[in-house]
């Protein structure tokens, strides 16, 4: 079964703080991993999109890592602000059945001032 | 367009209505996707096409639930006889190549919003 697993659910930290999201999937068959970040009420918002081949991507205060071998991604979000309180999605692109992506469950992040 | 155009973006309709949401990819983008995300849950895919095979329903919960695509643009998504449980947000994505290959991967539209009272 393909799963993504996300953790933790929550996270308050205070601003200015480095911080990991942590996202494990079971599928070895991931052609991508995507995170997203999602607004109360919004749509989701892409962030980092990791092709199967990379082990890792970066932008800004961003940076994504993936680990096939261990089926997990990381989040980095450098020097956290207010302004990245959301709720942060991992998803994983799969070809095998349905092409698709499978998605976690979330890590709703705040960021306190 | 510039991005994925999803409306309405809210809708209420009585049990037992049918409803209609729309979906407008970016243009260019061969594959479309509709995912359903209800309150406290992830999101769940419904249904997929790309370019003029036939798309893929697996995801879609009951036979009330179908979708359309019109000249590889324009999606539709139909609920008939709506149930207080089909109350969720329906998104819509495209991406450039089959199943969200490439440098891009997926767009994802504001969604829909949908109330079923």
């Known amino acids: 079964k393909q799963e993504v697993t996300q953790i933790p659910a929550a996270l308050s930290v205070p601003e200015g703080e480095n911080l990991v999201l942590n996202c494990s999937f079971t599928?070895?068959?991931?052609?991508?991993l995507q995170w997203f970040r999602q607004d109360p009420g919004k749509g989701l918002t892409s962030l980092l999109l990791?092709?199967?081949?990379?082990r890792e991507q970066t932008s800004g205060r961003l940076n994504a890592s993936l680990d096939k071998s261990s089926g997990r991604s990381t989040l980095y979000i450098a020097a956290s602000q207010p302004g990245d309180s959301a709720t942060y999605l991992c998803?994983?692109?799969?070809?095998?059945?349905?092409?698709?992506?499978?998605f976690g469950q979330g890590t709703r992040l705040t960021i306190n001032p | 367009g510039a991005g994925v155009s999803q409306s309405p973006s809210n809708k209420v309709t009585e049990k037992g209505k049918d409803v209609e949401l729309r979906c407008d990819p970016i243009?260019?983008?061969?594959?479309l996707y509709w995912y359903r995300q209800s309150l406290g849950q992830g999101l769940e895919f419904l249904i997929y096409?790309?370019?003029?095979?036939?798309?893929?329903k697996s995801g879609l919960p009951s036979d009330r639930f179908s979708a359309e695509r019109t000249g590889g643009s324009v999606s539709t998504l139909t609920i008939q006889r709506t149930q207080q449980e089909d109350s969720a947000v329906y998104l819509c994505?495209?991406?450039?190549?089959?199943?969200?290959?490439?440098?891009?991967?997926?767009?994802f539209g504001s969604g829909t919003r949908l109330t079923v009272v």
């Open positions: 994505a495209s991406s450039l190549a089959p199943g969200g290959q490439g440098a891009y991967g997926y767009t």
């Open positions: 599928d070895s068959a991931i052609y991508n």
């Open positions: 990791i092709q199967s081949s990379q």
């Open positions: 998803a994983m692109g799969v070809i095998q059945g349905a092409q698709k992506l499978v």
């Open positions: 243009s260019g983008h061969t594959a």
């Open positions: 096409f790309q370019g003029n095979s036939a798309p893929d």
